[in-house]
């Protein structure tokens, strides 16, 4: 227990904190340093760690092991200010000894980077842009397509060749006069546009007729050759996609739905609930970022650094959860280390401006945790965790993180008090109607459709008396 602490603000965003600790509670600490000095010296006629302290101190003096004793026990004490003090550090301290060095009671003073506190304004008239949470028909159009598009037929086309197009070629590779045997077939289906061989090989099919000879010089595909090669093409045909027509005999046999309308129902509900969310979603990152644009001062790179670490840790833990290391997630991504810290920089200075804007207008709005607030957020972590409310306190109380706790209620309770206030509007400035982004709403929602599909299945297996047997159809030629 300290005998004596004082907290005193300095400038530059820091404070100092001074502490005495009695010699009686620095005792332990010291006792603990001549046992661990007992493993390590060895004493004629003792065993490892059996050797009295007198004759250690005999042997080294008593300095050595006092000055362990502070070394070991100082960051404790230090730590027990700031929970004393409720100080917000956010960088480790620089800790001086004033007295006590070698005998007695010890006082050290330790200074330290704290978090900064602001002031904003605005926060009540702010105006934010999400992606529309409703479904135009090209979107919904467009979802349809693609099951068209996977059972239509391929018909010749007497036009120049396009993105989307098949073309059946012969195609001759060559490198140095030899031709290559993996560069080269005849009445090979070629689709267009999907940057297939090399990309010249797109580029210079554009726009060819059928019966045109295209020649040209392209790298090698293999990513550590240097050479170039030589390509001929001679195009026989081109073909379009023929899609079938949306018909609900076409819809019956190839989608789970019987009727052209049930299937446009179907894609209508899920992509406006997928558009709902995504709005909603980008609704409380856009409101957030945009009081945190609020925030003028500039942020200590303390507080950057620590955003930082936490995000590298979020993103390491995402990683192993897939078995990876970081360095295989890099090689595998292509991602450059050192573009990402670049991107972490900027992406935590935004998430420590967010963080004081959100305390700062919890301070603003008068929107601490209650106890009963701090009190069902601890017993979450109970329930969570299979553990004793007490205990959980208890353990929060010890490591002073009380206060976090509270904090981030405070901050919770900010972001929706502007949530609720904010305008909404799309990316073309239109008004958006706030009922469809409620998260709860859509989560009930989903879980509602969850229910559904498994009475369903349930219903699917009762009615099942025979055998099932999909009726799949042969596979039109070149489709």
């Given amino acids: ?65 006092r000055e362990e004793a502070l070394r070991q026990a100082l960051p404790d004490f230090y730590a027990e200010a700031v929970r004393e003090h409720d100080v917000d550090v956010i960088a480790p301290p620089e800790l001086d000894i004033t007295e006590g060095q070698e005998e007695g009671d010890v006082t050290f003073e330790a200074v330290v980077e704290v978090r900064p506190v602001v002031e904003i304004s605005g926060y009540d008239d702010l105006t934010v842009e999400v992606p529309s949470p409703l479904v135009d028909d090209e979107a919904l159009n467009a979802q349809i397509d693609q099951i068209r598009e996977q059972h239509a037929d391929l018909e010749l086309v007497e ?11 012969d195609i001759t590779g060559s490198q140095d006069g030899e031709e290559l045997e993996g560069l080269t077939a005849e009445d090979y289906l070629f689709p267009l546009g999907m940057g297939l061989i090399v990309p010249e090989l797109d580029e210079n099919l554009t726009g060819a007729l059928a019966g045109d000879t295209v020649t040209f010089e392209a790298e090698h595909p293999a990513e550590d050759d240097d050479e170039t090669l ?11 996609k023929a899609l079938p027509e949306l018909t609900d005999e076409f819809v019956a046999e190839y989608t789970d739905h019987d009727t052209v309308e049930a299937l446009r129902g179907d894609f209508t509900d899920k992509l406006s609930r997928q558009a709902r969310y995504q709005a909603a979603m980008a609704l409380r990152e856009k409101t957030a970022e945009a009081v945190g644009g609020l ?15 936490n995000r590298l840790q979020d993103l390491a833990m995402r ?13 595998m991504t292509g991602q450059d280390p050192t573009a990402l810290q670049g991107e972490l920089r900027e992406t935590a200075e935004t998430g420590a401006k967010v963080d004081l804007a959100l305390r700062a207008l919890a301070v603003a709005e008068g929107l601490d945790a209650t106890d009963e607030e701090l009190d069902e957020e601890l017993e979450g972590v109970a329930d969570q965790f299979g553990r004793d409310i007490d205990n959980v306190r208890a353990e929060f109380e010890r490591a002073g993180s009380l206060s976090a706790v509270r904090s981030d209620i405070g901050k919770n309770k900010a972001l929706e008090w502007v949530l609720e206030r904010v305008t909404v509007v799309d990316e073309d400035g239109h008004p958006v109607d706030r009922d469809l982004l409620d998260l709860e709403d859509l989560q009930a929602e989903e879980e509602h459709d969850h229910a559904d599909h498994d009475h369903d299945d349930a219903a699917d297996v009762v009615e099942d008396t025979g055998e099932n047997t999909a009726n799949t159809p042969e596979p039109e030629e070149d489709a």
């Fill in 1 to 65: 227990m300290l005998v004596n602490s004082t907290v005193e603000p300095l400038e530059g965003n820091k404070v100092k904190l001074a502490v005495e600790v009695g010699a009686t509670e620095l005792e332990p600490a010291i006792e603990a340093a001549f046992k661990q000095l007992a493993k390590e010296i060895r004493l004629p006629g003792f065993r490892p760690g059996k050797a009295p302290r007198q004759l250690l101190e005999a042997r080294i003096g008593p300095g050595y092991a």
């Fill in 159 to 169: 036009r120049p060749a396009e993105a989307g197009d098949n073309l059946t070629i």
């Fill in 319 to 331: 990683v192993q959860a897939q078995g990876l290391s970081l360095e295989q997630y890099f090689t």
């Fill in 230 to 240: 030589s390509f001929t093409v001679v195009v026989k045909e081109v073909k379009a």
């Fill in 295 to 309: 925030v003028e001062e500039e942020m200590p790179d303390a507080l950057i650094e620590s955003e930082m670490n």
